[in-house]
């Protein structure tokens, strides 16, 4: 439903300026915001657009100097980023979810122990011994291996399977289509018997993922071969993450789409790690780490290091690096001329 400038000023406990009565019916990007909308500002390199943009209000960081304009208003706040995700909420839609109870097509084992006010949706599957919390929502074909803990209040959307003996915590959402407990991988070359053989080393561990987590779409996390491959409390993990066997990861790792993590790995609290990124097998990456995106981690990272870069190095050094490439064809050419006119 609409608020008004003033409405969403208290909302954020910002500072209005420019008119209060102004009705919003929708956010948008300042680059495409219309009338009757809402934008942010978090950086002062876009308070320049602010006076092409068609919005009606924007939220701005309170470091910023910038004036409302006739007939719009602007809502001043110490993070603008932190201030739209509460107006997000209020204005979200609803998000459909299964009605509480279970739909006639789930299928649950004698054994397995649902808690109070679960939704299951359709098509479920809940193996033999699975516990599952409190007010927890199954959405359609999500199957849930022998022996697996589900704890209270968590989501689990469209098509996840989470495999036998795996544990997951409070109020953690895993998005539709991934993966926990995949078979590691796991595989040596035999040639003890003349031919060449690939076996395959039994992954007998399980997976653990601590609570207030988020797993993306169509991530995997595989189990240990031996343990445990542990995720710890408030974790966000994108989608099309690949984590491997025996990993571990600290609380609040943030960790961007498409990162590919090595088996045996650990990364300290509060790292964040950029898409598209791969850490090799082995590797310790310390507390409070920064890894650029695109970067191949091969060594250990020291407690709060930033590293980019392929292979990753301190930020730093690589761009150092950088520059000194992009000047290697004007040496050249200063070299090819110099032994010219030897």
């Not at 209000?57 to 809502?75: C, F, R, S, T, Y």
């Not at 289509?177 to 040639?191: L, S």
């Not at 690589?318 to 032994?339: G, H, N, T």
């Amino acid at each position: 439903m609409p608020h008004t400038t003033q409405a969403i000023a208290e909302m954020v406990g910002g500072r209005l300026e420019g008119p209060g009565d102004l009705m919003i019916d929708a956010l948008a990007e300042i680059d495409y915001a219309e009338a009757n909308q809402l934008t942010f500002i978090g950086n002062g390199k876009y308070a320049h657009k602010w006076a092409e943009s068609g919005a009606s209000a924007a939220l701005v960081n309170q470091d910023i100097e910038l004036e409302p304009g006739e007939g719009k208003a602007l809502i001043f706040v110490q993070d603008a980023d932190l201030a739209m995700a509460v107006v997000l909420e209020a204005y979200a839609p609803t998000v459909p979810t299964p009605p509480k109870g279970i739909h006639p097509s789930a299928l649950i084992a004698e054994t397995a122990a649902v808690g109070e006010n679960c939704r299951i949706g359709p098509n479920c599957v809940i193996k033999p011994g699975v516990k599952i919390g409190d007010n927890v929502t199954l959405h359609a074909g999500v199957t849930i291996y022998d022996d697996s803990t589900i704890g209270s209040g968590c989501e689990l959307w469209t098509n996840v399977v989470v495999r036998e003996r795996c544990t997951i915590g409070d109020r953690t959402a895993l998005h539709a289509g991934a993966i926990i407990g995949v078979d590691g991988f796991g595989y040596r070359v035999d040639t003890s018997s003349g031919a060449p053989k690939v076996v395959k080393i039994p992954q007998i561990g399980t997976v653990r993922i601590g609570s207030d987590c988020e797993i993306g779409a169509n991530t995997t996390i595989d189990r240990a071969k031996f343990d445990a491959t542990v995720i710890g409390n408030h974790c966000k993990i994108d989608n099309l993450v690949q984590i491997g066997h025996n990993c571990r990861l600290g609380n609040m790792v943030l960790i961007a789409g498409c990162v590919g993590i090595a088996g045996s790995t650990s990364v300290g609290d509060g790292t964040m790690i950029g898409g598209k990124s791969m850490i090799k097998d082995h590797v310790h990456v310390g507390a409070g780490c920064q890894i650029a995106g695109g970067s191949a981690v091969i060594h250990d990272m020291p407690n709060g290091a930033q590293w980019g870069g392929y292979p990753a190095g301190p930020l730093k050094t690589k761009f150092r690096e950088q520059m000194a490439v992009r000047k290697l064809p004007d040496m050249m050419k200063k070299v090819s001329k110099v032994l010219n006119d030897l």
